[in-house]
């Protein structure tokens, strides 16, 4: 019996490996061709001219002008990024709160909605969703969020480096980055299969089915909620993609699921990270959580209505004729 386990492990994960490997890859190309872009856009000063024309956007939401710099460093590449730019503003904890949920529903937005795509929602619409969310979430916070407060960030100071050393210093982090990517993908995939493999998944999907119920999710889609929302989008693509083009979950249940991970997931090290600079954990939850069931129970309700109208129409059509 003992061996007749195993060997189904061994199966399930070398069934898994050619399919991983690949997405890995994939995903590796897209961080590193991404990462170098915006780390030419910094060098040459370029995202402060995007940053300039969305000042006065940031200015409604309560947010100084310079705010607009981090949230597009993020928007482009990651929180790590963000949170360079902030260290160098003089902020109070309000204002890193809201800029820092802001960034947390619209980050990395590159790579993580080619994961998104490749599992099978529409990019455009993710990336809409996304950014259009974000600023809900900051107009909302600034008004609800009593004002004032102590300083969150030190500044940093701004550093002068040399093209060369912009692209030492890019591909340490880069390496790091990928071999840290490259090593939770492959774990990931495994654990995913084992657990499949042995029908841990179906009793995760019962467990959990209260909360996904809540949230307007398939209980079928726990374990990809749990692994976006502890370690994020992009280290989860490979389990993900695998369950979207096994056909183990279906284009509608990806679909809803997106729409929530895409503006909450990362809530342990992302959300730990821009605590480190002052944000408050408690409304970087409960915003991006109550923006991630509202945007589920409206897309639920949108495709009710899709499914109602669209045999009408074609019935009426089909008349006509």
Not at 289 to 315: C, D, F, N, Y
């Amino acid at each position: 019996m003992e061996k007749s386990a195993t060997n189904r492990a061994i199966n399930a994960i070398k069934e898994i490996l050619p399919k991983t490997l690949k997405t890995c890859l994939w995903l590796v190309r897209i961080t590193v061709l991404v990462t170098l872009g915006v780390q030419f856009l910094e060098y040459f000063k370029i995202l402060p001219y995007i940053s300039a024309f969305l000042s006065p956007l940031f200015n409604m939401l309560g947010l100084p002008g310079e705010a607009a710099l981090a949230y597009v460093s993020g928007f482009f590449v990651n929180v790590y990024s963000a949170i360079a730019v902030m260290a160098t503003l003089n902020l109070d904890i309000r204002t890193v709160t809201i800029l820092s949920a802001m960034i947390l529903a619209a980050h990395n937005m590159v790579t993580e909605t080619a994961v998104q795509k490749k599992t099978g929602s529409s990019a455009f619409r993710m990336i809409m969703v996304r950014t259009i969310s974000s600023f809900i979430i900051g107009y909302v916070l600034n008004i609800i969020i009593p004002g004032g407060g102590k300083m969150a960030v030190i500044d940093a100071g701004a550093l002068d480096i040399t093209l060369m050393e912009m692209l030492e210093i890019w591909f340490i982090k880069t390496l790091r980055l990928v071999v840290t990517m490259s090593v939770l993908i492959f774990t990931l995939s495994i654990i995913q299969r084992l657990l499949s493999e042995f029908g841990v998944i179906k009793w995760l999907s019962k467990f959990m089915r209260p909360v996904m119920a809540i949230f307007g999710l398939p209980a079928k889609t726990s374990f990809l909620w749990i692994v976006a929302n502890t370690l994020g989008l992009a280290y989860g693509a490979a389990v993900m993609i695998d369950e979207s083009e096994s056909g183990k979950i279906t284009k509608k249940d990806i679909d809803l699921l997106n729409h929530h991970i895409g503006i909450s997931h990362s809530n342990f090290e992302d959300v730990f990270l821009v605590a480190s600079v002052g944000a408050s954990i408690p409304w970087l939850l409960a915003s991006r959580w109550t923006m991630s069931l509202l945007l589920v129970w409206e897309l639920r309700l949108e495709m009710a209505i899709r499914k109602k109208i669209v045999p009408l129409w074609v019935g009426n059509n089909n008349k006509a004729m």
